[in-house]
């Protein structure tokens, strides 16, 4: 609605699990408000993978009471951009940067052609993050995970919770610290977290940081730097 109202004409496209796109309409038709730009939605019934211009999504099914489905994004590998190369040639900082970074050549104003290859240096590889909402931990999750930047991950309980855990199909703090270390991820946020800590979820984290030091409880409008 509020794209809708700021007169969004570009179309979106909206991925995720079967009955989704029922869901969306039935909010537009009790709303009552007419789309300004082309909606697209997209349902994804298993493991589907998404080619976007500069990254990669997979789609995949976690292990949940009812369908629900992780994420994992990863950056396309990418040449690192020598900054004082560019200032040496002279190319104003700004668009023309933008396309030398994406691999596209350049023309300046006295007519110089500058190749990406000018400016360009070794290559570095995209960043990797995994978004598994709702879900006991899963081998399918473990191996995705190997070696990834970032994992956000149900923590709803502590270890001692661990049966309701289970019967909820969540995941205890260590149970997804002891994923994240088996993975090799470098850092680990827990998130989905039980009401029941709502005013101390210090012990979450302490049990994770036993198992990963790298481990933190998320935050509303944390910032994540990977």
């Not at 997209?42 to 998404?50: C, L, P």
């Not at 110089?112 to 570095?124: E, F, M, T, W, Y």
């Not at 270390?181 to 029941?196: A, G, M, T």
Request: glycine letters at 6%.
């Amino acid at each position: 609605m509020s794209l809708a109202l700021g007169k969004r004409e570009k179309t979106l496209t909206i991925y995720g699990p079967n009955g989704i796109k029922g869901f969306i309409n039935k909010v537009i038709d009790t709303m009552h408000f007419d789309l300004t730009y082309p909606l697209e939605i997209v349902e994804i019934a298993g493991e589907e993978n998404f080619e976007f211009l500069n990254y990669k999504i997979t789609c995949f099914p976690l292990e949940h009471r009812i369908f629900t489905l992780g994420y994992v994004i990863v950056e396309k590998p990418k040449a690192k951009f020598d900054v004082e190369k560019a200032k040496s040639l002279k190319i104003p900082k700004g668009p023309l940067w933008g396309k030398l970074k994406s691999g596209e050549s350049i023309h300046l104003n006295n007519g110089r052609v500058i190749q990406p290859s000018q400016v360009l240096g070794n290559i570095k590889p995209g960043k990797k993050i995994l978004y598994c909402t709702d879900t006991r931990p899963t081998i399918k999750t473990k191996n995705l995970s190997k070696n990834a930047d970032l994992l956000i991950h149900d923590g709803m309980f502590e270890e001692n919770l661990k049966e309701f855990a289970t019967i909820g199909g969540h995941s205890t703090v260590v149970e997804a610290a002891e994923l994240a270390k088996d993975s090799k991820v470098k850092k680990l946020i827990l998130f989905h977290i039980s009401s029941r800590y709502e005013n101390n979820n210090s012990i979450l984290e302490l049990q994770a940081k036993k198992i990963f030091p790298n481990s933190f409880i998320a935050e509303d409008f944390m910032r994540i730097l990977v």
